[in-house]
């Protein structure tokens, strides 16, 4: 005789065959497989997707941004000399080389501080 629940409303539940509880392991396993492995990955890649399409985004922007530092200072009168036109070429360059290595230093602080181990916990009675 199945024991009562103590809920007059609900029902009893129906004995399982073998076959019914393997097929449910099955299922479980399956699911539990899903989502430890399929379901991360489907997240990193929404990551990495919106990652590379930021980078690309701000790349194309900074490209477009010297250009104009480019054609701007081939505009000013100093410039427009045979002599000094090479002067603008190297002002882009040296700005973009300053704008490539400020971003390798946030990219290796970044990089430095995620992977260096947590401190180790001190004990405040011990000096």
């Not at 199945?2 to 009893?12: C, I, M, R």
């Not at 922007?61 to 010297?66: A, N, S």
């Not at 490539?100 to 230093?105: G, R």
Request: hydrophobic letters at 45%; glycine letters at 8%.
């Amino acid at each position: 005789m199945p024991k009562p629940t103590g809920l007059p409303w609900s029902k009893q539940p129906e004995p399982k065959g073998a076959a019914t509880q393997i097929a449910e392991l099955k299922t479980l396993v399956v699911d539990y497989a899903k989502q430890e492995t399929v379901d991360p990955l489907k997240t990193l890649g929404r990551y990495l997707g919106f990652g590379i399409a930021g980078s690309v985004l701000l790349g194309t922007g900074i490209f477009l941004l010297l250009l104009a530092l480019l054609r701007g200072l081939q505009e000013i009168a100093f410039f427009q000399d045979p002599t000094w036109t090479w002067l603008p070429y190297l002002i882009t360059a040296l700005t973009g080389a300053i704008i490539a290595a400020l971003f390798l230093m946030k990219l290796m602080r970044m990089a430095s501080s995620s992977s260096s181990p947590a401190p180790a916990p001190t004990s405040r009675g011990a000096r």
